[in-house]
Structure formats: C-alpha cells, structure tokens
C-alpha cells in the first residue's frame, strides 16, 4: 500500500515521495472504496493520536478562543472505534509496515513545523498591529494636542 500525500508549499521535497493514483486526493483507491482501506491503516497506526494532536494544535495557532469549543467538540464526537483502534495501536499493535510508519513520522513532523511557521506568522502580524495602533495614537495625539494623562 503506497501513501502519497502532496507538498502542498510546506517546505517538504516533493521528489522524496513517489506518487500514488490510489491514495491521491479524490481517488477511490480502486473502486469506489474512498480509500477507506488506507483510512483504516492509518486511523489504527501507533501514531495516530500523535498525528491527530499535531493537527489540532495547529488548528488552534490562529483559531478565536471563542470558536476553539468547537474543535474539542469535534475531537470529543469522534466515533469509539477510531479512538479505541488508535489507542490499542498506540499500546503496541502492529504498525501498518515500513511504508505507512515513513508516512505518519513524516507527516507528524510536516504538522509541527507547520504549527511553528503558524505561530511566528502570527507573532509577527500580531506586533505589526500594535505597531500600527501605537503609530494611530501618535497621529491622534499630535493632531489633538493631547497627550496621555493630561
């Protein structure tokens, strides 16, 4: 069983991987299927869970507090069979061979440098806002003649 998964712009070497019809995007894996076999191999890897944290926390770099509810609502929906699987998987069940451990390791460590290329954009956008509301400040205050505490 080959899993492709695409580069999609995230620093990962789009040669390093072979491509594979039966688990791109969109393909039924051989008719009709959806790829449900590739779903089950790796939704019962050891590294699931790890996979599926990598993912949530990168969803919560940049989510609104308010909205953050939802995805633990989401994680908490999620049908017992996955979370049983994943956690028998994750006490020492088999691995799904060398192939899908490449995938899930790889893409485990594309999540989490993603998550911190989401975490410096956001930094980075969050001080260019102060800057420019303190910059506002400065205009108001020499427009107005007033200066704070007076």
């Known amino acids: 069983m080959a899993f492709h998964y695409p580069d999609h712009g995230l620093g990962m070497d789009p040669s390093a991987s072979s491509p594979n019809p039966?688990?791109?995007?969109g393909s039924a894996g051989g008719g009709g299927g959806g790829g449900e076999r590739e779903k089950a191999a790796v939704a019962a890897h050891p590294l699931y869970e790890r996979l599926l944290e990598a993912h949530v926390a990168c969803l919560r770099v940049a989510t609104?507090?308010?909205?953050?509810?939802?995805?633990?609502?989401q994680i908490a929906a999620r049908p017992p069979s996955l979370a049983a699987a994943s956690a028998a998987a994750a006490a020492g069940g088999p691995s799904g061979g060398e192939e899908l451990d490449l995938f899930m390791t790889?893409?485990?460590?594309?999540?989490?440098?993603?998550?911190?290329?989401?975490?410096?954009h956001v930094r980075v956008h969050a001080m260019e806002a102060v800057m420019g509301c303190w910059e506002l400040e400065q205009s108001l205050q020499s427009l107005t003649d007033i200066t704070e505490g007076t």
């Open 64 to 73: 609104p507090v308010d909205q953050l509810p939802r995805i633990d609502a």
């Open 106 to 120: 790889h893409y485990v460590l594309l999540l989490c440098s993603f998550k911190e290329q989401l975490q410096q």
């Open 22 to 25: 039966s688990f791109s995007q």
